[in-house]
């Protein structure tokens, strides 16, 4: 979680996982839009980038700063609902977890939602962030305005339409400007009831095409070299609150079993990496099947305080069974020490020059290694692999991504970039990375 204790110029700034550190010389808090204004006016002069850091929960460099880390960690809070047109309009510093509650006190949610909720609106909504549901897009596609200062340092508003820069704001990774409000599309509140189930991995393959449209959400847990799944199924229905007693006891099981009792197997596994495959299995089998409906806010997430490093791709979703059943076979042939389960979820198509599912229903696949084991040598076969399946990594996550291969990827990169040199002529918001990324 953000610490403002630890924001000081020239201080040592690292994302959640610790893979990805800077010394970054300046470090601003501000308050309003006139002040991220001035940062940015200054920033230009001194022809010095700027990186909005968010919640720093990016596996990748994307929000990682060069010289001027900017949070927003002070400009937070719902500014106004639309109740007549079911649009809210959020101060982009504000926290997921912020988000539920204060909608919820004017009867309204987030159409959908990802498993981590520490992100700012901002930057989920700038990375592409996703939660599951082939009928539904990511936090992205809900936005019905952006409220942005630029690379000059104006403030600009911009109302979703068929143009440019809609295409371009729609998953940006903060390369137009500051996205300090903005107005998302809502749906009057809903609780979600939740049935988690395990599953053998033939059975979910065989049913999966007809699972994911007979339900809002289905999210798969496989666990390397099992044949056993968990899968989470939700539906939306009538608002219905937990007791403070039921969530108090969800919270701990999470805490211990699903957290503590991990943390502990995975010591285990980075201690003798050949443990894993017993281990993954031991977990499948233990899977602890349940049900259980509250509000959606509070169904959607879950904790995750054991850290990892994470790659995730998605794919066009006719191609997900193929996929799976390569990457079990991988796994059987114990060609890798792995004993995090790959997450496994959905997404209806959507448009945006950088989006992950421009175009097609995508399924996105998640892989995870326990931080302190090497990733590398995994995170290297899984970007083959995905090649093989057009796979577009999540912007926010570990990929092997080269400027050319995302030219390659993304048919309308050229039209993105002529928008950011529109908005950002003197490239404040183009550091090393991206440039690496962008610039052929």
């Known amino acids: 979680m953000f610490s403002v204790d630890k924001w000081k110029n020239g201080g040592k700034w690292t994302n959640w996982a610790g893979n990805m550190i800077s010394f970054p010389g300046e470090m601003s808090l501000p308050r309003s839009i006139e002040e991220v204004a001035a940062i940015v006016k200054q920033a230009r002069e001194k022809k010095k980038t700027i990186r909005v850091t968010g919640a720093a929960h990016s596996f990748s460099a994307v929000a990682m700063p060069e010289h001027i880390a900017l949070s927003l960690h002070e400009m937070r809070g719902l500014i106004h609902i639309d109740k007549e047109k079911q649009e809210a309009t959020l101060s982009a510093g504000t926290y997921l977890y912020e988000i539920g509650p204060l909608l919820a006190n004017h ?26 549901g082939v009928t539904l897009g990511s936090l992205s596609s809900t936005v019905m305005r952006w409220g942005f200062v630029d690379g000059t340092g104006e403030y600009r508003e911009h109302s979703r339409g068929e143009d440019a820069l809609s295409e371009a704001l729609h998953v940006s990774l903060g390369m137009l400007g500051v996205l300090v409000q903005v107005t998302v599309k ?44 968990q899968v989470k199924r939700m539906n939306a229905v009538a608002p219905v609150y937990q007791s403070e007693w039921s969530k108090r006891v969800e919270t701990l099981k ?24 017993a281990i993954s299995k031991l977990s499948a089998a233990s ?15 879950s904790p995750r305080s054991v850290k990892f490093q994470e790659s995730e791709y998605a794919i066009p979703l006719a191609q997900f069974e193929a996929c799976m059943e390569e990457i079990h076979a991988t796994f059987i042939s114990g060609a890798f020490n792995v004993h995090f389960p790959l997450e496994c979820r959905t997404t209806a198509g959507e448009a945006g020059y950088l989006s992950p599912s421009q175009g097609a229903e995508s399924a996105f696949i998640a892989f995870h290694m326990y931080k302190g084991m090497p990733e590398e040598p995994y995170f290297k076969w899984v970007h083959t692999l995905m090649k093989k399946y057009n796979g577009r990594p999540h912007w926010g996550k570990q990929h092997h991504l080269t400027a050319e291969y995302v030219h390659e990827l993304y048919p309308n990169v050229a039209e993105f970039l002529a928008v950011r ?4 002529p003197d490239n404040v918001f183009l550091t090393n990375y991206l440039k690496r990324l962008f610039l052929c």
């Open 186 to 229: 809502v749906i009057p509140l809903y609780s979600l009831h939740y049935v988690g189930t395990r599953e053998a991995l033939s059975e979910g393959l065989t049913t999966f095409a007809e699972d994911i449209r007979r339900h809002r959400h289905v999210e798969w847990f496989y666990f390397p070299g099992s044949e056993l799944i």
């Open 421 to 424: 040199t529109q908005y950002d």
């Open 254 to 277: 999470l805490q211990i079993v699903e957290n503590g009792g991990f943390f502990a197997v995975s010591e285990l596994c980075k201690w003798k990496p050949s443990l894993s495959g």
């Open 107 to 132: 009867g309204f949610a987030l159409i959908n939602m990802g498993d981590i909720q520490e992100q700012t609106i901002a930057g989920a909504i700038s990375t592409g962030t996703h939660g599951t």
């Open 287 to 301: 899977v602890v099947e349940g049900e259980k409906i509250g509000i959606s806010y509070e169904i959607y997430p």
